[in-house]
T-cell receptor, first 112, second 114 residues
Framework: EDKVVQSPLSLVVHEGDTVTLNCSYE??????LLWYKQEKKAPTFLFML????IEKKSGRLSSILDKKELFSILNITATQTGDSAVYLC????????????FGTGTRLQVFP | NAGVTQTPKFQVLKTGQSMTLQCAQD?????MSWYRQDPGMGLRLIHY???????DQGEVPNGYNVSRSTTEDFPLRLLSAAPSQTSVYFC?????????????FGPGTRLTVL
Protein backbone atom coordinates (compact mmCIF):
# COMPACT_ATOMS: atom_id res chain seq x y z
CA GLU A 1 0.00 0.00 0.00
CA ASP A 2 1.33 3.43 -0.97
CA LYS A 3 1.99 5.74 1.96
CA VAL A 4 3.41 9.14 2.79
CA VAL A 5 4.69 9.86 6.30
CA GLN A 6 5.50 13.30 7.69
CA SER A 7 7.46 14.20 10.78
CA PRO A 8 7.31 15.74 13.22
CA LEU A 9 3.53 15.88 13.66
CA SER A 10 3.84 19.18 15.49
CA LEU A 11 6.52 21.78 16.01
CA VAL A 12 6.64 24.91 18.18
CA VAL A 13 9.37 27.48 17.60
CA HIS A 14 10.15 31.15 18.18
CA GLU A 15 10.41 33.76 15.48
CA GLY A 16 13.79 33.70 13.82
CA ASP A 17 14.34 29.97 14.27
CA THR A 18 15.05 27.67 11.34
CA VAL A 19 12.90 24.56 10.95
CA THR A 20 13.15 21.40 8.89
CA LEU A 21 10.06 19.38 8.04
CA ASN A 22 10.38 15.81 6.81
CA CYS A 23 8.41 13.74 4.34
CA SER A 24 9.17 10.11 3.52
CA TYR A 25 7.28 7.93 1.09
CA GLU A 26 6.82 4.35 0.04
CA UNK A 27 5.00 4.14 -3.28
CA UNK A 28 4.88 1.74 -6.19
CA UNK A 29 5.41 4.39 -8.86
CA UNK A 30 6.84 7.81 -8.08
CA UNK A 31 6.16 10.74 -10.40
CA UNK A 32 6.47 13.86 -8.24
CA LEU A 33 6.32 15.17 -4.68
CA LEU A 34 4.43 18.33 -3.75
CA TRP A 35 4.42 20.56 -0.68
CA TYR A 36 1.38 22.58 0.36
CA LYS A 37 0.78 25.12 3.12
CA GLN A 38 -2.59 25.10 4.86
CA GLU A 39 -3.61 27.93 7.11
CA LYS A 40 -7.19 28.09 8.24
CA LYS A 41 -8.68 27.23 4.88
CA ALA A 42 -7.66 25.49 1.67
CA PRO A 43 -4.12 24.20 1.02
CA THR A 44 -1.99 26.43 -1.17
CA PHE A 45 0.78 25.11 -3.40
CA LEU A 46 4.42 25.66 -2.45
CA PHE A 47 6.69 23.37 -4.49
CA MET A 48 6.72 20.43 -6.84
CA LEU A 49 9.82 18.23 -6.96
CA UNK A 50 10.58 15.59 -9.53
CA UNK A 51 14.37 15.25 -9.58
CA UNK A 52 16.79 14.33 -6.82
CA UNK A 53 19.22 16.88 -5.50
CA ILE A 54 17.73 19.95 -7.16
CA GLU A 55 16.69 22.51 -4.58
CA LYS A 56 13.53 24.51 -5.10
CA LYS A 57 13.56 27.88 -3.35
CA SER A 58 11.03 30.61 -2.71
CA GLY A 59 12.09 33.33 -0.33
CA ARG A 60 12.79 31.78 3.06
CA LEU A 61 11.38 28.41 2.03
CA SER A 62 13.33 25.72 0.24
CA SER A 63 12.86 22.05 -0.49
CA ILE A 64 14.86 19.17 -1.84
CA LEU A 65 14.10 15.60 -2.87
CA ASP A 66 16.16 12.43 -2.41
CA LYS A 67 14.71 9.72 -4.65
CA LYS A 68 17.26 7.15 -3.53
CA GLU A 69 16.37 7.45 0.16
CA LEU A 70 12.71 8.25 -0.63
CA PHE A 71 12.30 11.48 1.28
CA SER A 72 12.02 15.22 0.97
CA ILE A 73 12.65 18.06 3.39
CA LEU A 74 11.11 21.51 3.59
CA ASN A 75 13.28 24.15 5.24
CA ILE A 76 12.03 27.46 6.55
CA THR A 77 14.66 29.95 7.68
CA ALA A 78 14.13 33.01 9.89
CA THR A 79 10.59 31.89 10.73
CA GLN A 80 7.82 34.44 11.19
CA THR A 81 4.44 34.17 12.89
CA GLY A 82 2.88 34.14 9.42
CA ASP A 83 4.58 30.79 8.78
CA SER A 84 2.28 29.18 11.35
CA ALA A 85 0.29 26.59 9.42
CA VAL A 86 -0.04 22.91 8.63
CA TYR A 87 2.45 21.83 5.97
CA LEU A 88 1.29 18.98 3.79
CA CYS A 89 3.39 16.67 1.66
CA UNK A 90 1.81 14.74 -1.22
CA UNK A 91 3.08 12.25 -3.79
CA UNK A 92 1.78 11.69 -7.31
CA UNK A 93 2.02 8.02 -8.16
CA UNK A 94 0.07 7.77 -11.40
CA UNK A 95 1.53 8.47 -14.81
CA UNK A 96 -1.77 9.38 -16.45
CA UNK A 97 -3.59 11.31 -13.72
CA UNK A 98 -2.86 13.94 -11.08
CA UNK A 99 -3.98 11.64 -8.27
CA UNK A 100 -2.17 12.53 -5.02
CA UNK A 101 -1.53 10.68 -1.77
CA PHE A 102 -1.16 13.06 1.17
CA GLY A 103 0.70 12.72 4.44
CA THR A 104 -0.96 13.71 7.70
CA GLY A 105 0.84 17.04 7.81
CA THR A 106 3.15 18.88 10.22
CA ARG A 107 1.59 21.60 12.34
CA LEU A 108 4.05 24.47 12.78
CA GLN A 109 3.44 27.15 15.39
CA VAL A 110 5.73 30.17 15.44
CA PHE A 111 5.57 32.40 18.51
CA PRO A 112 6.91 35.96 18.74
CA ASN B 1 -11.20 33.63 -12.81
CA ALA B 2 -13.04 32.44 -9.73
CA GLY B 3 -10.83 29.31 -9.53
CA VAL B 4 -12.44 26.44 -7.63
CA THR B 5 -15.70 27.23 -5.89
CA GLN B 6 -17.61 25.09 -3.41
CA THR B 7 -21.07 25.38 -1.93
CA PRO B 8 -22.26 25.35 0.76
CA LYS B 9 -19.54 26.51 3.18
CA PHE B 10 -21.26 24.92 6.15
CA GLN B 11 -23.93 22.25 6.45
CA VAL B 12 -25.58 20.36 9.30
CA LEU B 13 -27.42 17.15 8.47
CA LYS B 14 -29.30 14.56 10.45
CA THR B 15 -28.34 10.91 10.14
CA GLY B 16 -29.94 9.39 7.07
CA GLN B 17 -30.43 12.63 5.15
CA SER B 18 -28.96 13.05 1.70
CA MET B 19 -27.30 16.06 0.16
CA THR B 20 -25.01 17.19 -2.64
CA LEU B 21 -21.84 19.21 -2.20
CA GLN B 22 -21.24 21.36 -5.24
CA CYS B 23 -17.86 22.00 -6.86
CA ALA B 24 -17.11 24.05 -9.96
CA GLN B 25 -13.96 25.32 -11.64
CA ASP B 26 -13.47 27.80 -14.47
CA UNK B 27 -9.89 26.93 -15.44
CA UNK B 28 -10.82 24.24 -18.00
CA UNK B 29 -9.04 21.64 -15.87
CA UNK B 30 -9.46 18.01 -16.82
CA UNK B 31 -8.70 16.52 -13.41
CA MET B 32 -11.00 17.08 -10.44
CA SER B 33 -11.08 15.39 -7.08
CA TRP B 34 -12.79 15.33 -3.70
CA TYR B 35 -10.96 14.97 -0.40
CA ARG B 36 -12.07 14.82 3.17
CA GLN B 37 -9.93 16.13 6.00
CA ASP B 38 -10.29 14.87 9.53
CA PRO B 39 -8.17 15.90 12.54
CA GLY B 40 -4.82 14.13 12.45
CA MET B 41 -5.65 12.32 9.20
CA GLY B 42 -4.44 14.67 6.51
CA LEU B 43 -6.33 14.75 3.21
CA ARG B 44 -7.89 11.50 2.02
CA LEU B 45 -9.08 11.06 -1.55
CA ILE B 46 -12.76 10.15 -1.92
CA HIS B 47 -13.34 10.16 -5.69
CA TYR B 48 -11.65 11.68 -8.68
CA UNK B 49 -12.28 12.35 -12.35
CA UNK B 50 -9.83 12.60 -15.24
CA UNK B 51 -12.37 14.20 -17.55
CA UNK B 52 -16.05 14.60 -18.33
CA UNK B 53 -17.83 11.27 -18.12
CA UNK B 54 -14.98 9.50 -16.30
CA UNK B 55 -14.82 8.97 -12.54
CA ASP B 56 -13.00 6.59 -10.24
CA GLN B 57 -12.75 5.75 -6.57
CA GLY B 58 -10.09 7.01 -4.21
CA GLU B 59 -9.06 5.77 -0.77
CA VAL B 60 -12.38 6.30 1.06
CA PRO B 61 -15.28 6.13 -1.46
CA ASN B 62 -17.91 4.33 0.63
CA GLY B 63 -21.05 6.38 1.24
CA TYR B 64 -20.30 8.86 -1.56
CA ASN B 65 -21.26 9.11 -5.22
CA VAL B 66 -19.95 11.41 -7.92
CA SER B 67 -20.65 12.20 -11.55
CA ARG B 68 -18.92 14.43 -14.10
CA SER B 69 -21.29 15.50 -16.85
CA THR B 70 -19.32 18.66 -17.72
CA THR B 71 -15.67 19.72 -17.46
CA GLU B 72 -16.62 22.48 -15.01
CA ASP B 73 -18.71 20.65 -12.40
CA PHE B 74 -17.99 17.74 -10.08
CA PRO B 75 -20.69 17.29 -7.42
CA LEU B 76 -20.31 14.92 -4.47
CA ARG B 77 -23.43 13.17 -3.20
CA LEU B 78 -23.98 11.74 0.25
CA LEU B 79 -26.80 9.24 -0.13
CA SER B 80 -27.54 8.57 3.55
CA ALA B 81 -25.42 10.70 5.86
CA ALA B 82 -23.74 9.11 8.86
CA PRO B 83 -21.92 10.76 11.82
CA SER B 84 -18.67 9.24 10.49
CA GLN B 85 -19.01 11.58 7.52
CA THR B 86 -18.60 14.64 9.72
CA SER B 87 -15.56 16.28 8.18
CA VAL B 88 -14.24 19.14 6.08
CA TYR B 89 -14.56 18.43 2.38
CA PHE B 90 -12.27 19.94 -0.24
CA CYS B 91 -12.66 19.88 -3.98
CA UNK B 92 -9.54 20.33 -6.12
CA UNK B 93 -8.70 20.59 -9.80
CA UNK B 94 -5.60 20.48 -11.99
CA UNK B 95 -4.67 20.40 -15.65
CA UNK B 96 -4.58 16.62 -15.67
CA UNK B 97 -2.55 13.83 -17.24
CA UNK B 98 0.27 14.42 -14.83
CA UNK B 99 1.38 17.59 -16.62
CA UNK B 100 1.98 19.78 -13.60
CA UNK B 101 0.15 17.96 -10.81
CA UNK B 102 -0.38 21.24 -8.94
CA UNK B 103 -3.90 21.01 -7.63
CA UNK B 104 -5.94 24.10 -6.85
CA PHE B 105 -8.25 23.71 -3.88
CA GLY B 106 -11.65 25.16 -3.19
CA PRO B 107 -12.40 26.85 0.16
CA GLY B 108 -13.95 23.73 1.67
CA THR B 109 -17.31 22.66 3.08
CA ARG B 110 -17.59 21.92 6.78
CA LEU B 111 -20.18 19.17 7.23
CA THR B 112 -21.62 18.03 10.55
CA VAL B 113 -23.85 14.96 10.73
CA LEU B 114 -25.86 14.62 13.92
Amino acid sequence: EDKVVQSPLSLVVHEGDTVTLNCSYEVTNFRSLLWYKQEKKAPTFLFMLTSSGIEKKSGRLSSILDKKELFSILNITATQTGDSAVYLCAVNTAYNTDKLIFGTGTRLQVFP
Amino acid sequence: NAGVTQTPKFQVLKTGQSMTLQCAQDMNHEYMSWYRQDPGMGLRLIHYSVGAGITDQGEVPNGYNVSRSTTEDFPLRLLSAAPSQTSVYFCASSEGQGYRNEQFFGPGTRLTVL
